[in-house]
Structures are given as C-alpha cells and as structure tokens.
C-alpha cells in the first residue's frame, strides 16, 4: 500500500517528474459538404369552376329538398289512411290521502319570585373597602387632570 503517487521506478518517496509543455493545437479535418436540400412544393391548385359560383350550393339545396320530398311522398303508405278521432279526450282523476304528523309545540313557563339576600358581615366588609378604593382612585385621577391642564 503506497502513501502517494508512486514515481516513474515505483518508488513513492521519490518525486514524480514534470509534465510536457503545453500540446500544440491541432488543424481540424476537412469533411466534404452535403449537397443542400431543396424543398420541393407541388404547385398551387386551380379552383374547381363548378363550385367556385355560390349559385351552384343554392341549386344542390333545392334538389336535394325535392328529392327528400319524393321519397317521403313514396313511402307515406301506400294509401293506407291514419284514423284520428275528435272528441273529448278521456281523463281519469286519481285521488291519494297523505297523512302528515302534526307538530305540537309546548312551553313551559316557570315564574318566580325575586329574594334579595342580605350580604354576610365579611362580605359587607370587602364591599366598603372596594367602595373606597374606588373612590380614592376617582380623587387621584382628578387631580392628575387638573395637573395636566394647569401644565398643558
């Protein structure tokens, strides 16, 4: 197992021997050209004179109609005659019962008097502390607008 590149004698401690110079460009070989092609195109065909007049479908239209009208006037039955009758036409009347499920809505209304409960002491008590924090706070917001006025 060699740790690099092994010199030209195999030995890898000796080092490698420099590289030719640059390789002189080369001329490139002359091929010779294929004859171009030349798309041919058939030439232009002449309008067919016989339907180049609108005239000419006009006249393809009505006798195609009278040929349709021949032939329905041929095969309408060989005088055979369709029987209709005149009269009331005959009607019959067809009557079903559906049953539909009634809805019943029922309310219930439960009326009650109104209690009013007189608070325990110590509730009494945290509702007039609340009371007057909050009018306290009420002053200091007071007198900071007046601050702000007198200052503005």
């Known amino acids: 197992m ?14 490698t ?11 490139p070989v002359a091929r010779p050209l294929a004859p171009p092609v030349v ?23 009505i006798v195609g109609l009278l040929a349709g009208g021949l032939l329905g006037y041929a095969l309408r039955g060989n005088g055979e005659s369709t ?3 005149a009269g ?3 009607t019959r009347t067809v009557t079903s019962t559906v ?10 209304t439960v ?11 110590a509730e009494r008590q945290r ?9 306290k706070l009420e002053r200091e917001n007071e007198e900071l607008r007046r601050q702000t006025a007198e200052g503005g």
């Open 88 to 90: 009331p036409a005959l």
């Open 111 to 121: 009326t009650s008097s109104t209690v009013t409960q007189t608070p325990s002491s």
């Open 127 to 135: 509702l007039v502390e609340a009371e007057a924090k909050a009018r």
């Open 83 to 85: 029987r209709t009758t």
């Open 39 to 61: 798309e041919r195109v058939p030439p232009p065909l002449e309008p067919d004179p016989g339907w180049s007049n609108p005239w000419a479908a006009v006249l393809a239209g």
């Open 99 to 108: 049953v539909h499920p009634k809805v019943v809505v029922r309310t219930n």
């Open 17 to 27: 021997e420099p590289l030719r110079g640059p390789v002189e460009p080369r001329q």
């Open 2 to 15: 060699s740790a690099g590149p092994a010199g030209p004698d195999g030995d890898p401690t000796r080092p």
